[in-house]
Each structure stands twice: as C-alpha cells, then as structure tokens.
C-alpha cells in the first residue's frame, strides 16, 4: 500500500560500471537519480518533494570508490564513504583538513554510509524549499525564506540573487581550500572542474548547487600536492554538537614563509549558496604573522559586504570569530 | 511439587522486588519486534485519515469547500465539524477544545476538517484541495501580550504568605528580573496514532498510544453520539509520551473514531512528525517576574513571582500545570514571605499541555534564578545561598501551600553529590582555569530538586487492577496503568511476582484496556507505579487470601501456617508447588479472579484556598553540573555530571537508572538546543528535527556519574517503599543552565549578572556573552 511517508514506487538499477551508470543517467537525464550513500534521497523521495522515475545506485561501483596516491596528489573516488576518508593515513597525514571536516558530518551511522560525492553535491537545507514548496530553487517565483515573517536563521548572508539557500556541505569547505579538482564525466565526454567553480549558486543557476548537467555525473576528486601538510584550520558552529548542519563553518589552508603567511585560502560553509571565499581576508593576510593581532585586524574584512536576513545577523559575529581562531598564532 | 519449584528450591524468586531486571519488553524493542499501534495487523478495508490544517493562527471560516478533495483520487468521505454527531469537544477538563473547528479556528496547525482515503498517500494529497477561506482576526501571540490584554484561558491564581512586600521593602538588599523560559515538544518516537474498528451495533473498539485510554473512550463515546459503555480502548504501549500522550491522545482518536462512525469502516490516523509538532501541545513556555529581598548571607526575606505562561488557545491541563508551578517555585527553599501570581494566558497558539514536570520544572527554574542572581549579586558561592535557605527538618518547614515537609532529606542529599563531584575543588578550579583561558570558559553548579508526589487534583489518585490466576500456575495482570518505555509494567509485575512469590517469567503483562479497568487515572504525575503497583499488589493479596484460606482448610492447618515462598507453598511442614495449590484450590471451586484498588491516603487539599496537603511525600534529588563555553561561538559541552537522587528504596533500580539518566538528558535539551520559535503571526516554524534540535547520544556528557538513594526508605507506606521517579529527575537539568550561567559570567569575572534566557543555544549564550562585554 502506498503511504505518504515511506518510500513510493521507484525504479532501482544497479549498475556495477561507471559506464552502465553514465548509460542509464543519460537515458533518464532529468528523470533519474545517482544515489550514494542514500542519506540525502530518501527524505526528499519519503517526502515525494522530488519525484525521479529511477534511481540509479552508484555506490557499489568499484571504480568509484577508495583513496589512490597519484603524482597529481590524491584521488578519492566520489562513492568513497565519509568514514573511509577519515579512516585513512595518508590524508589525515597530508590533508588533514578534509578529515577534520568529514568528522563533523552529521552522525557517526550516517558517515559509515554517506559518500564523498553524496556530501559535495547535497542539495539546500532551506527548509521551504524541502516542504516541497514552489519557490525560486523548484522552479517558482518566490522565496518564502526571505520574507519578514520568514525563518531564516540558517540562510545566506552572500551571494543571496532570489534564493537565500546555503550550501550545506562540510566537505565542500575544506576541498574548496584545498584547491581540489572534480571529474566529471557522462556517456560521452568527461572534463574537470576545480572546485570553486563546481558550485554554483543561484545567479547562475537557481535550480542546481553544482555545475553538473543532466547525464553528468561526479566521478572523483583530486586534491593537488599544493597544500600538502600546510597549516590547516577547520571549525564548524552548530546548534548541536553533533548531528547537525553548519550555522557557519570555516575551512583555512596555510602556507607560512617563516612566521609569515606566504599564501592563504579561507572558505566559509553555511553562509551563501557555495562555499565563500574570504578573498579579502586571504589577501590581507598575505605577508603577515598569525597572531591575535593580526586576527583580530583582518577578521572584519569577513563580513564585508555581507547582507544578513531577518533572522541570522547572529552569523557575522561568527564568522568573524572564526577568521580570529583561524588566524590567532 | 511442581519442576519449577524444586529448580529454584532454596533460591529467591526471580524479579523479585528490587532485582534490576531488564524491562520487559526489551528483547523486543531492540529488535523491533514490540507492536505499537501502527504496526499491529491492519484490518481488512481500512480507511487512512489526514487532517486539513489552519494556516493562520485567528480566523472566522469564512466558506469552506470539499468538493475537490470528495473527488480525489481513493477518498473515501471527508468531515467538518458540522458532520460531528456528538460533542465536538477532546478538552480533558474544559469542554473548550474542539475536535474540529467550530467556524472559527484559533490557532495555526488547528484541525478543521478530516478526510479519510484508502492510502495514507491519497488522504494527505486530498487535504491539499480543499477551499477554505479565512477572514483573519487579530492574534494574541506571546504571554505579556495576553496579560496585558486580559486575555487568559481560566482565572488568574494568587497564593500570600506572610507579608512579601514589607520584607522585600525591610530587606537589606533587593533584586527583580525578567527571565524567559521555553517551552519543549515532548518528541516521542513513536508520534500520535490511533485506529479505531466498528464493530457491531455501532460500538466502537480503538487502539489508541495513549497515557490515558479511559479519557480517550469516554471523549471518543461522547463525540460519536454514544456512552462509554459502547467504545472500548486499547493501549499496549506507546514509543514514549512524557505527558504529550496525556490529553493530546482523544483529539486524535476522536478524528480516526467519527471517520470510522460515519463511514461503517476502521480508519486510521498517524500523524506526521511536522502535523504532529503543528497540531499538539507541548511544555509552556514562561515570561517571569521576580523580585526579591535577602540579607547579607542570602537569606531571602520576602520574594514576588509573577508567572505568565502561554497556555495556547484553549485550557486543556492548563489548570493544573500552572498549580504546580505555584506549587514548586519554591523547591527545597523555605520562602517565609511570598506572593505567587500565576496568568494562565490565553493565546492563538497550541493549546500546551502535560510534559514531564507538569509545570513545576518552570516553578523551579525561578527559584534557583532568583537564588543565582542573589548569589551573584553578593558575590557568594551559589551554593552557600541555597543551602541558607534551604527547607528545616522541624522549623521552617511548611510550604506556601501549608503542607508541613516530613521527610526533608535535602541536605543529605545535597551534601553526599557535594562531597561526590568534589564540588568545592571544582568551583576553585573552574575560576583558575578562567583565569587563564581567555576563550574557553567553564562553569559549575550545584541544584537540588524537591518535588512532590501525587496528582494534585485528589480524586485522580486512585488505580484499579484485575488479576487472573490459570490453572497452570501462570498469572494474567492488569491495571489501569499505560506502558510508554517507562518501565511501569515491569515494576507491577515484579511487585505481582513478590506478593505469590513465583518466578515472573509466569506472569503475562497485559495491554491497557478499558473493558478491563474502567475509569482510570492517566499514567501520570509520576504516580505510575505507585498507584498501580498497590491497586494490582491489593489483587492479588485478594487471591493470595482465597488461597490460604483454601489451604488451610484442604491440609487442615492455622491459615497462619500458610507461607508463600519462592514458587512454593510451604504448609505446616511441607512444601507444595505453587501451581500445585492453584490447580487444586481451582478444583475445589476457588475463585482465581480478583480486582484490586487503591487510593493514596493522607492527601487531601482545597484548591480554593490553595492549602492542605496536595503531596503524598516528596522526592529529592541534586546535580551537579560543569560546561565549557566558547565564547567565540557560544557552543558549550557539558563535560561532567554528578547526581544523586532519591528513589526510596527503588522497585527496579537498572529501570530507575534509566529514568534518572533520560530525565536529566530530556531535561538538559529543554534548557539548552530545543527551541520552539513562533513567528509574528503564530506560526511554529520548528515543527521537525530539522530545526527543533533533542539531544543525541554526544550530548551525554562522557563522565556521568549517577547514584541512587537507595538505602533512604520512603518514611510514607508506598509501595515496598519506593519513590516515584518519572519526573523528578528532570528538573535535576537545572544544574546545566545554572553551570552556563556561571560560565557567562566569568567573562565579567563575575561582575555583572548574566542575561540568560533559555534555551540556552549557542546563539543566545553568545549573545549573553556581549552583554557581559557590553556592561563589563
């Protein structure tokens, strides 16, 4: 019997070849689902606010699982789980922040099966958008986010045009910092992305949170030696110490000349719809030592521009403190 | 002899009074193998309902239309309140909560009208069609709002002792403050459900997860035009409650009941979590007033407290959840001049309701902020305050409400978790560690609980049970009693089980039922065990004297040579199994069937005048608690917690355990991440775990250190001594938000009193933060 509140008829393929998968993701195109780890899909499919016809489970493909050491840096297969990642010795030695920032996804039960791929393109929070509601990101004309009786304590405070969702994934932070490269690929054609611009927001395109087009799928991520065994810092602020999205979260990526900063890439998660770079800061940080001071002298270039909602001015202070933390000597 | 007899010859019985044997159910909750009510077989040609919602918080109906949703897809029938053919009323105490709105909705999330569809699917998709319009009507949203409108859902209640306002005014020091309190969803796994099967002629049989099945029958009989005699209610157990199954229960069945009534077929109704949060009442939120006068140590003279809760748009237990507020504002504190105003508001919100405490967590969480803010002001150790004022043994000793306090044993209890935390060390070493840590701070805090037992409206506490003893030596109990994970129907089988002295592995536990039990109590006010625990304990000493006598008379002995023992019957000098003597007593035409009942002696109080003794005995309990805050962020730990807390002598002490550990932790997520947030226009907008945030399994502190009581007999004749422990320890959270604000205040070094409300989340420690900042 069919009940609102579990799962509806869906089509299930299993495909065991990346290629099988690209086939039925371009057959399906609009009209099909990768599914990973499975823990953002089945409450959007419970909640019949998305309706695919087929889910195409990717998550026992070999090809698209385990970490592989390459003279580019570090291959991660995007089914790759969250605990696999943090499980392995040579990321947590090399890029610790992708650790660090994994660790603080959700619940230890939903990391055993989330996948790296699953976390990076998960879609908004907004909880408007995930009623099912007709807004701007499902196609509307509206955002019931940003209204005056709105809550929106969670929403962004950047980069807001229409939609004020926030991208809410804790590893598209730290790969961001880290400067990462995605493959994309589908039935026909592969290309790469980094990983600033695999994300997207509602200026470009207010349905999506990445680049990827119909039949396109994400098969890896390669994280350059760049910053290989830098300086990292990543905090996460939640209302919960567990289990729990970013309020706001901060990924930074160090490289010192002595005690000066030779070069910096600071991301915050929770506060627009990609991962935002603090450019300002980074580029005021450059040259300087990690200190109080000087934390305390570029924290506010954080918030420069920044245009809070009715609800989250309390977000400013809080990036702000993270810049500070990221920064203090 | 029987072979269970002779195995366990010379050994105890077991589940014997005391042991800590696991729940009975807890092979099958862990394996998913224990029914709750949605999982039972559904019968054939069932019927699923879902209900259409007020959007808006204060409407007239202006026209409403069904036309659509009577033609969508696998509807079988829908209804409005003009379709009810009885009562259109689920209030518990007042007749003012409709099942369905009367032309008029008062809050958002309020039922107007109900369909019934072959699939849950259908029925919810349906709901979406309807065409209502509303001509909306000003709400009153917030509790200030309605005091200052006068608008409340029963009279305002005042109790006086003494003179408060000459000792405030003689007082060497004064203080007053506003404080906000939240309220709390009670977010029970399993949410609200209930299926209610015609059968013939009529009748109604309904299957409801209720903490009050005899409310749900006769609210059920009432709406659908019939008396109680023609509606049956089963209950076997529910996937929690915490005072959210206590009344909120009949507004679901009578919803799935009229459908079945109107349509001749069984329906059922399960909320979702988001119509659940929108559609249920909750814990009460508080705005409150104080104002205090104290001498140099502390020593409060004289205290004003003006309580404002929301109660929502209808009075539900409103009534008496605010008496226990006015009843517990003074927690183990003796407080010589008083005055308690207490405003039961009415707003266009949902009706809030019974949660675990029943109004005195709030009553409590103002006394000891009054007792922090003294203590701060006066620069003193908090604890130092509370125990100057703490209740006598023999003076001071009688309360607001002039119950004389018998079995004061707070300092014993608070000195054993003071000398156990190592409280006094660990108040110096919380203010070295701020001293030298400029982000992170710590706090501690030490808060004692002293709650009181009983319902507070004398004639609820009474329990009846019946027990049936087969043939084979096995025992059918049952009382008016609901199982909700608590462990109540464990705790009665095990005092069954002491009183024939057999194994209770031959006792079946049985559902709730209201052909079995008629006209119980709710399971309630911590009373659970004691209450059914005595009525079914009465059932079967009425057996256990059938037998004796039996025995007596077939082996020609004194009924006093008569001893039950370990799954045996010892007579004069021999020994017979237990099913042996049942089997003959039966053949020798002895009935085997007994009712038991009991009513709390003692107790008896005149609301009128607020006086008397509303409380069989009290329980005690204190925590202590330590955090660590960042004060870049707000986020806070709690790192360590120590309590100990009175059980009596415990019934069950693995089940107490469980329910002194999840009060604490329930009551920790009040005070600290559960936030119900209304907009301006009354619309809940945490209605999921999204964004409405219960602790988890990290949020247990990694060193929790729990001790109970146990040697402390209670000194009151309860069952086996035992003491109530389903709320008590809830409020033992305290200890949390008392140790935030002691953090807080470190950023002033502790000058400047800490402007905390709760919940304390990380967004409102933070901004308490920068008002320390602010004034420092």
Same mark, same amino acid.
């Given at each position: 019997m069919a009940s609102y509140d579990v799962m509806p008829d869906v089509g299930l393929f299993q495909p065991a070849t990346v290629d099988d998968a690209l086939r039925l993701a371009d057959r399906f195109l609009d009209e099909g689902w990768l599914l990973g780890g499975g823990q953002d899909t089945y409450g959007w499919l419970k909640d019949r606010a998305k309706n695919p016809k087929a889910l195409i489970d990717i998550s026992h493909i070999d090809e698209l699982r385990g970490i592989r050491k390459t003279d580019n840096g570090v291959d991660i297969g995007a089914a790759t789980t969250l605990r696999e990642i943090i499980g392995d010795a040579s990321i947590g030695r090399d890029y610790s922040l992708l650790v660090d920032a994994a660790r603080r996804v959700a619940s230890p039960q939903i990391r055993n099966v989330g996948t790296l791929g699953g976390n990076l393109v998960q879609d908004t929070r907004c909880w408007y958008y995930r009623r099912g509601l007709a807004c701007y990101r499902a196609g509307g004309n509206i955002c019931y986010a940003d209204g005056p009786q709105a809550m929106n304590r969670e929403h962004s405070v950047f980069g807001a045009s229409r939609c004020v969702a926030v991208s809410p994934s804790d590893t598209a932070t730290a790969l961001v910092a880290l400067d990462a490269t995605m493959t994309i690929r589908s039935a026909d054609s592969s290309r790469t992305l980094p990983a600033e611009r695999f994300f997207v927001g509602p200026a470009t395109?207010?349905?999506?949170?990445?680049? #990827?087009?119909?039949?396109?799928? #994400?098969t890896a991520v390669t994280i350059p030696p760049t910053w290989a065994g830098k300086r990292f810092y990543f905090e996460k602020v939640a209302d919960r110490n567990v289990w729990d999205f970013a309020l706001v979260s901060i990924a930074a990526a160090m490289s010192l000349d002595g005690d000066a900063v030779a070069d910096a890439r600071l991301v915050c998660g929770g506060v627009a719809c990609t991962p935002h770079r603090l450019k300002g800061v980074e580029r005021a940080v450059r040259g300087k030592t990690l200190s109080d001071e000087t934390a305390d002298a570029v924290a506010p270039l954080a918030t420069k521009g920044a245009k809070p909602l009715n609800y989250n001015h309390f977000k400013l202070p809080l990036i702000e403190n993270l810049v500070r933390r990221a920064l203090r000597g | 002899m029987d072979d269970s007899a002779r195995q366990h010859s010379g050994e105890r019985i077991s589940g014997a009074v005391g042991t800590p044997i696991p729940h009975d159910s807890a092979h099958l909750h862990v394996s998913g193998a224990a029914l709750y009510t949605d999982d039972l077989p559904e019968p054939r040609g069932l019927l699923h309902a879902a209900v259409g919602l007020s959007p808006v918080a204060h409407a007239r109906i202006a026209a409403l239309d069904l036309g659509e949703v009577l033609q969508a897809p696998g509807v079988v029938d829908a209804m409005t309140a003009d379709d009810i053919p009885g009562k259109n009323n689920c209030g518990p105490v007042v007749a003012d909560d409709p099942v369905l709105a009367p032309g008029v909705v008062e809050y958002a999330g309020q039922a107007v009208f109900a369909v019934a569809a072959e699939s849950v699917e259908a029925a919810r998709k349906a709901v979406h069609l309807a065409k209502v319009s509303y001509e909306e009507l000003k709400p009153i949203i917030d509790p200030v709002e309605a005091v200052a409108a006068s608008s409340f859902v029963l009279p305002s209640e005042v109790i006086e002792r003494g003179d408060s306002r000459k000792a405030i005014d003689a007082a060497a020091h004064r203080l007053q403050g506003r404080v906000s309190l939240g309220g709390q969803d009670q977010f029970y796994l399993e949410g609200q459900i209930a299926m209610a099967l015609p059968r013939e002629d009529g009748d109604l049989f309904v299957y409801s997860s209720t903490q009050h099945p005899g409310e749900v029958q006769h609210l059920v009989a009432e709406a659908i035009g019939r008396s109680s005699k023609d509606v049956v209610v089963e209950c076997r157990r529910m996937g929690g409650a915490f005072g959210g199954k206590e009344s909120q229960p009949a507004l679901i069945a009578c919803i799935a009941s009229l459908l079945a009534h109107k349509t001749g077929r069984p329906c059922k109704l399960r909320l979702d979590r988001d119509v659940d949060m929108l559609m249920t009442g909750k814990r009460h939120d508080f705005v409150i007033d104080y104002e205090v006068g104290f001498d140099d140590d502390g020593l409060i003279s004289g205290i004003r407290f003006e309580f404002a809760a929301r109660c929502g748009m209808s009075a539900d237990l409103s009534g008496a959840i605010n008496d226990r507020t006015m009843f517990h504002c003074d927690n183990a504190y003796f407080l010589e001049n008083i005055s308690i105003v207490s405003h039961r508001c009415k707003t266009n919100t949902v009706s809030n309701t019974a949660f675990r405490g029943f109004g005195g967590p709030q009553g409590m969480f103002a006394i000891e902020h009054v007792i922090d803010d003294i203590a701060r002001y006066l620069s003193r150790n908090p604890l130092d305050v509370r125990k100057r004022n703490f209740y006598g043994k023999t003076t001071r000793n009688v309360t607001q409400y002039q119950q004389t306090i018998e079995d004061n044993i707070i300092e014993d209890v608070v000195t054993q978790v003071e000398s156990s935390s190592d409280y006094a060390a660990r108040y110096a070493a919380v203010r070295a560690f701020n001293a030298d840590s400029a982000l992170l701070k710590k706090g501690i805090a030490l808060t004692p609980v002293k709650f009181g037992i009983s319902f507070t409206a004398t004639h609820l506490n009474q329990a009846g049970a019946l027990l049936h003893v087969y043939t084979d030596g096995t025992v059918h109990i049952n009382h008016g009693g609901t199982e909700m994970g608590q462990g109540l129907f464990t705790k009665v089988a095990q005092v069954v089980a002491e009183e024939l002295q057999i194994d209770i592995d031959r006792i079946k536990i049985t559902a709730s039922d209201t052909s079995k039990v008629p006209n119980a109590s709710a399971t309630a006010a911590s009373a659970g065990a004691d209450l059914n625990g005595k009525a079914a304990q009465a059932a079967a000493q009425t057996v256990k004297r059938r037998l004796i006598q039996f025995a007596a008379e077939h082996f020609n002995v004194e009924p006093s040579a008569v001893r039950f023992e370990n799954n045996e019957v010892l007579v004069g000098g021999q020994a017979i199994g237990f099913a042996e003597l049942v089997h003959l007593a039966w053949f020798a035409r002895t009935s085997l069937s007994a009712t038991g009942f009991y009513k709390t002696p003692k107790i008896n109080y005149d609301r009128s005048t607020f006086s008397g003794r509303p409380f069989y005995y009290y329980a005690y309990g204190a925590a202590v608690s330590e955090v660590i805050v960042d004060t870049l962020t707000g986020e806070h730990r709690l790192l360590r917690v120590d309590i100990v807390h009175d059980c009596g002598k415990s019934l069950n002490p693995a089940i107490d355990l469980g329910q002194i550990e999840g009060g604490f932790i329930q009551g920790a997520g009040w005070l600290t991440t559960e936030e119900l947030w209304w907009n301006e226009k009354g619309e809940l907008k945490t209605h999921a775990p999204s964004t409405y945030k219960i602790p988890v399994c990290s949020d247990v502190p990694e060193e929790f250190h729990v001790t109970i009581l146990e040697s402390q007999a209670n000194r009151e004749e309860t069952i086996h001594r035992s003491k109530a422990v389903g709320e008590p320890p809830l409020m033992l959270s305290l200890s949390v938000f008392h140790a935030l604000r002691d953090a807080v205040a470190s950023v002033s070094n502790y000058q400047v009193l800490p402007g905390l409300n709760a919940p304390a989340t990380p967004e409102s420690v933070l901004r308490a933060i920068d008002g320390q900042r602010a004034a420092g």
């Open positions: 395109h207010i349905t999506r949170m990445t680049a #990827l087009e119909p039949g396109e799928m #994400l | -």
